[in-house]
């Protein structure tokens, strides 16, 4: 099957990454350095979003400003860190992947030169055209701006793409530069906040990359 959206950009964490589990442990360990309460992982999924500071304020109960985010944003990463080794790809991943039948890239939210060498750890880097990750030190942003130069450097437009991605902040990062998304249900976003967003959904990532195929 063809598709008028010739390439694919992957989400990482919570799309191909089945990470769930790791950052539900790492954000209770912030939210524990701050005397916040203990978060389950389907609260965690009905409640998180981006920016990431107004997740913590919410859940902490107060006003989190640059400096306290950006120690909370340290006290996560080393608990995930601590705790990568311990995550797999999502089931379908390599199986999704290669269904497509045009180029692919992947765009994270997680840090460039970490993301770089832990997607060679899996073994996929040699699927992707390009594997862009935040080039920050505190992350917690949004993922528009960061595909709109994501898809000058492969010297793509918008409509030619399609995201799958796994939050509502990828689908709105794809419709800010005319791109199409497909969202996962199986990442860290809850399942009924995704479908009712109107966007296509898909349980797995291969029908995913099915819809995918579909969007004009």
């Not at 992707?128 to 793509?156: P, S």
Request: with cysteine; glycine share 10%; charged share 20%.
């Amino acid at each position: 099957m063809t598709t008028a959206r010739r390439h694919l950009v992957w989400d990482w964490n919570g799309t191909l990454l089945d990470d769930l589990d790791l950052v539900v442990r790492a954000t209770n360990t912030a939210f524990a350095s701050a005397g916040g309460p203990a978060v389950s992982a389907a609260e965690h999924r009905q409640r998180f979003r981006r920016p990431i500071a107004d997740y913590y304020a919410e859940m902490l109960g107060r006003v989190i400003d640059d400096a306290s985010f950006g120690e909370l944003d340290r006290i996560f990463h080393d608990a995930y860190r601590a705790g990568l080794t311990s995550c797999a790809l999502a089931a379908d991943a390599t199986d999704a992947i290669a269904a497509w039948p045009g180029s692919q890239s992947l765009l994270s939210m997680w840090f460039h030169d970490e993301l770089v060498p832990t997607v060679h750890t899996y073994g996929l880097t040699p699927h992707f055209a390009r594997v862009d990750g935040l080039r920050e030190t505190v992350g917690g942003g949004h993922k528009a701006g960061w595909l709109a130069k994501h898809l000058a450097e492969l010297g793509l437009a918008g409509h030619d793409v399609v995201l799958i991605g796994d939050s509502l902040d990828d689908a709105d990062a794809a419709a800010s530069v005319g791109a199409r998304c497909v969202l996962y249900t199986g990442g860290l976003s809850d399942p009924a906040v995704l479908r009712a967003s109107g966007h296509p959904t898909a349980d797995t990532l291969t029908q995913a990359v099915t819809l995918a195929h579909t969007l004009p």
